[in-house]
């Protein structure tokens, strides 16, 4: 398979990051390089990650604080534009902090680019109920999850977007946007 740069960007999710981290480095076939561009977190997330980079060569860890609320408007934007300027591949899968991905999601998400049937591609995570994520909690209601029988639910419309669970995409690198970021998170001169 070609090879496939996997992005995300993270704030404060020590909790969480282990799982993230660990399903995307399980994917098979492996990604050639897992970039996670942290905004400044105080919770631990930044150490753990560096720690995990010892044990994994294609885990990159980016520490930009200017990838957060405080410096920037469009912080997560921000982070993967740093992220995405950093990634070797042609091929570019952008990931959610506090989400876990099954072995076989880069596979799938990445097959239309790879085949050329598709200039990009667009796709989800899974809400574990079982083993849920604080964005699992945080989100599960909007997506039409119920984490609990008695759990409340939305609308029919929320119901519906369940199918994609948290945005998640894959596009061929474009020279002339990866290194360019948005107005919106291009740092002030």
């Known amino acids: 398979m070609q090879p496939i740069?996997?992005?995300a960007t993270v704030l404060n999710e020590v909790q969480d990051i282990g799982?993230?981290?660990?399903?995307?480095?399980?994917?098979?076939?492996?990604?050639?390089e897992v970039i996670v561009v942290d905004?400044?977190?105080?919770?631990?997330?930044w150490e753990w990650l560096t720690e995990a980079a010892?044990?994994?060569p294609n885990l990159l860890p980016i520490r930009d604080e200017s990838c957060s609320l405080k410096r920037c408007p469009g912080p997560i934007s921000r982070g993967r534009n740093v992220a995405i300027a950093a990634a070797r591949s042609a091929i570019i899968a952008c990931t959610d902090a506090g989400c876990t991905y099954p072995p076989g999601w880069l596979a799938r998400i990445a097959a239309p680019l790879v085949?050329?049937?598709?200039?990009y591609a667009l796709g989800g995570s899974?809400?574990?109920?079982?083993?849920?994520?604080?964005?699992?909690l945080a989100s599960a209601h909007f997506f039409g999850v119920r984490l609990a029988p008695s759990a409340p639910s939305k609308s029919c419309t929320a119901r519906s977007a369940r199918s994609c669970g948290s945005a998640s995409a894959a596009f061929p690198r474009r020279s002339s946007s990866a290194k360019t970021p948005c107005s919106t998170c291009r740092p002030a001169a």
């Open 39 to 45: 905004g400044g977190s105080t919770d631990g997330t």
């Open 126 to 136: 899974c809400l574990d109920p079982a083993d849920p994520t604080v964005w699992d």
């Open 54 to 56: 010892r044990q994994h």
């Open 19 to 32: 799982r993230l981290v660990s399903s995307l480095l399980e994917q098979s076939p492996a990604a050639a």
């Open 5 to 7: 740069s996997i992005v």
């Open 115 to 119: 085949d050329g049937e598709a200039e």
